[in-house]
């Protein structure tokens, strides 16, 4: 059954507004909420868990927190202490990291997809309750197993966008975020690339495809769609806008193209989150 969550942005929303916004989406019941972690702005785990504590039923998704920023185990333990306080609640994700912002840091890392394809199996391993050994070029463990795993280990999700990468998230991952302003044609030529990429890894099961869709409700919702994306955006389904009815409709054609999770991303001018996250738990119920 294809999903449908929104996004609290980090770019117009400071983290003095999360609170209000979450217990929004929970009372309209919202299915998903997914924050992200940009440089400099705010913290995906502290969010993260604080809002879960302040729900009872939303799930919490991560797309993405930047792997270079964080030693894998140390990711892992914020993983599992978030996951079994809430279990079955989080979707944690992981990603590059926007090449500048890791260099002014001093966390750039020379090969983003070797770093990946250390990092995610290291990650997906310690949640698993492994001992977990690795010498590589940047994931280095000696014996390492968490005390306290999940229960039941989450799935991990993997940010990308390029053909090299779509296929190794596709290898290493369970499940893939892909970024707005994609047509659904695109989104299927993409999630074309993490199939094959699972295939030659010789891994069963289908991966769980998240994407954001920038969304907008009521009356001109097309023109400030067409201002967040410029003309081509209207015209050729890299967007969704109108009545909930209407993006229920559109949130299906993305769903044809192999998309599991449509989570709905504010146009950028959207003053009024809890109005939008009504319209959003509206169309999952719609698409349900």
Partial sequence: ???????????????????????????????ELWVWEDCF???????????????????????????????????????????????????PGVGHGVLPWMGQVGARVASPL????????ALRGLLAGDEVTASGRY???????????????????????????????????????????HTPAEYAS?????????????????????????AAFGAGSDERVRVELGERGVDDDRALWGSAAEVAAGVRRFADAGVDDVVLLPAGDETDLAAFYTEAAEVARLVA
Avoid: C
């Avoid at 094959?196 to 069963?204: L, P, S, V």
């Fill in 41 to 91: 702005r705010e913290s995906a785990f502290a969010a993260t868990a604080a809002a879960l504590a302040w729900t009872e039923r939303l799930r919490v998704g991560i797309g993405i927190a930047p792997m270079p920023l964080r030693n894998v185990a140390v990711t892992a333990m914020e993983v599992a202490t978030i996951e079994r306080m809430f279990p079955g609640r989080l979707l």
């Fill in 190 to 214: 993409m999630i074309a690339g993490v199939r094959a990429g699972r295939a030659e890894a010789g891994r069963e099961g289908e991966p769980d495809i998240v994407a954001y869709v920038v």
């Fill in 1 to 31: 059954m294809t999903r449908v969550g929104a996004i609290f942005s980090p770019y117009p929303n400071p983290p003095e507004a999360f609170h209000d916004a979450v217990q929004a989406a929970e009372a309209a019941g919202l299915p």
């Fill in 139 to 181: 994931v280095s463990l000696d014996r390492v197993r968490l005390d306290w795993p999940p229960a039941r280990p989450p799935r991990v999700y993997a940010a990308a966008e390029g053909p090299k990468t779509l296929r190794l998230a596709g290898e290493v991952a369970d499940g893939i975020v892909l970024d707005s302003r």
């Fill in 114 to 121: 070797t770093l990946m394809r250390e990092y995610v199996p």
